[in-house]
């Protein structure tokens, strides 16, 4: 065990990187398409794997562009649909490399607060109703970066109709969506709903390994073609030879075994880190995640999140400061991942985190 312990960064645990698995697949997909797979491409991805999404999305290849990561689709959308200035809504918390790019582009950010069941869909109504209506809301609905809520059923048929009625886009983030440890999966925003009305994305580096860099966007045909114009113009062609390997992975039937193995892996995490909370001071919140990565803690009225990170730190432990995914406040709250670390480590972590949280009361 190492002496400091980070539940900082939501990253898979080794155990959950299927090496000779993913060896495995590329030795297929060099021998398969080796010539294609070693040379330039098309901007918008590697065409065997957009067909195999396309088919497990229901939609048709033209309107899926595989990207380095979903971030880099999320900073395509800013430069492509949105302009400086746009008002862009947000959950408040949310994704804090999110909100970085917001910023950098020069968004207008309207915070929504999340809350157990997600986004507070009559707060979003109440500051459209007002005249401050988004061109685009930003969301991650199931098992949220980083407060961990899944939105309810009743709340996502209400954002559609609310972002119909007020005509605004929906982005939909779905990384964590197939990592389901108890609960009913509950259909996304983007079934059923126009492509036009919501965007989709997602990435393989929660259920299969971030080193690939493989995540996509679900769009329109128009709006692919115009992503794979900024990507030929910015990087020529994505890395084919990961397309490859995880296309190899899916069509000889992995893709679904490792995201179970993936789930057992990080609901026994989950399980040790809700144990941990015990070692919490009295008065501590925090709502356990029905699936994902992180565990969302807010600390009594007496504590600061952010004055203790040092002394937390000092203590062997670091964590992501809450005041980081919101555009003001928070200083209460904090985000811990336990997806990235051992049940053993968990159990020491909370230990030593609760000693100083306590200390500090």
């Not at 030879?241 to 893709?255: D, E, F, R, V």
Request: hydrophobic residues 45%; charged residues 20%; proline residues 7%.
């Amino acid at each position: 065990m190492s002496d400091s312990i980070s539940f900082a960064r939501g990253a898979p645990c080794p155990e959950a990187l299927s090496t000779d698995l993913i060896a495995e697949c590329s030795q297929k997909a060099l021998a398969a398409d080796g010539v294609r797979l070693l040379s330039y491409g098309t901007g918008q991805g590697y065409p065997p794997l957009r067909e195999v999404i396309a088919d497990m999305r229901g939609v048709n290849a033209d309107q899926v562009f595989v990207t380095n990561g979903s971030l880099q689709g999320f900073v395509f959308l800013l430069e492509t649909f949105l302009e400086p200035g746009d008002l862009v809504a947000v959950e408040a918390p949310t994704y804090d490399r999110a909100l970085l790019q917001l910023n950098l582009h020069g968004m207008k950010i309207l915070p929504i607060p999340v809350e157990v069941d997600g986004i507070d869909v009559g707060a979003l109504e109440a500051a459209c109703s007002a005249g401050n209506v988004p061109k685009m809301l930003y969301t991650i609905p199931n098992f949220q970066n980083p407060s961990g809520a899944t939105m309810s059923q009743a709340k996502r048929q209400a954002l559609l109709e609310l972002a119909e009625r007020f005509d605004f886009t929906i982005l939909e983030d779905d990384p964590y969506g197939p990592l389901r440890f108890e609960g009913e999966h509950l259909p996304g925003l983007a079934e059923g709903a126009p492509v036009e009305r919501v965007m989709f994305t997602s990435s393989f580096s929660k259920t299969v390994a971030p080193g690939l860099r493989v995540g996509y966007v679900i769009m329109t045909p128009e709006m692919a073609a115009t992503f794979a114009t900024t990507a030929n113009q910015t990087y020529i062609s994505p890395a084919f030879l990961a397309q490859g390997a995880l296309h190899q992975l899916i069509i000889n039937g992995h893709l679904e075994p490792n995201i179970a193995k993936v789930t057992d892996l990080m609901r026994e995490r989950r399980d040790a880190m809700v144990a941990g909370l015990s070692e919490m001071p009295e008065g501590t919140v925090c709502t356990p995640p029905e699936g994902g990565f992180f565990l969302w803690m807010e600390l009594p009225e007496s504590l600061s999140a952010d004055a203790l990170f040092a002394p937390a730190k000092d203590a062997g432990v670091v964590y992501v400061k809450g005041s980081a995914c919101v555009l003001e406040g928070g200083e209460r709250t904090l985000r811990l991942a336990f997806s990235g670390v051992s049940p053993a480590e968990i159990t020491e972590g909370m230990t030593r985190l609760g000693t100083v949280f306590r200390a500090a009361t």
